[in-house]
């Protein structure tokens, strides 16, 4: 199972991105999907994550300007970022609690990371 994130580039301030991030292997079910984020000196943070059932959480600092989606039947999660600013420069990295087997219990997968450059 791999995760792999898209997406990321050099934005000026007040633009838009949007990331992908899509699980390939053998899969069972996925639980919760998330977007996590690290700037440079800083611990990675969670930024937004979206239940099985659809249930999102975000960060305080994004919240109404990302949107956190996922598109099941492709094993898909989407982070809409709108209004950036340079304080979202940083690494993004998505996870997913990802099964193999109907017998096996939830494993923690890791994307590659995607980086976000938000210029003033």
């Known amino acids: 199972v791999q995760l792999q994130a898209s997406g990321g580039g050099l934005v000026q301030a007040g633009g838009s991105l949007r990331l992908s991030c899509t699980a390939l292997?053998?899969?069972?079910?996925?639980?919760?999907m998330s977007w996590y984020r690290q700037a440079p000196g800083n611990a990675r943070e969670l930024v937004a994550s979206?239940?099985?059932?659809?249930?999102?959480n975000y960060e305080d600092s994004v919240k109404g300007r990302f949107t956190i989606s996922r598109d099941s039947a492709k094993n898909t999660v989407y982070l809409q970022m709108n209004s950036l600013k340079p304080d979202d420069t940083a690494v993004y990295y998505c996870n997913a609690g990802i099964r193999t087997t109907p017998a096996r219990t939830f494993t923690t997968y890791w994307g590659q990371g995607t980086l976000v450059t938000v210029s003033s």
């Open positions: 979206i239940t099985g059932g659809g249930t999102t």
């Open positions: 292997g053998n899969i069972f079910g996925i639980n919760f």
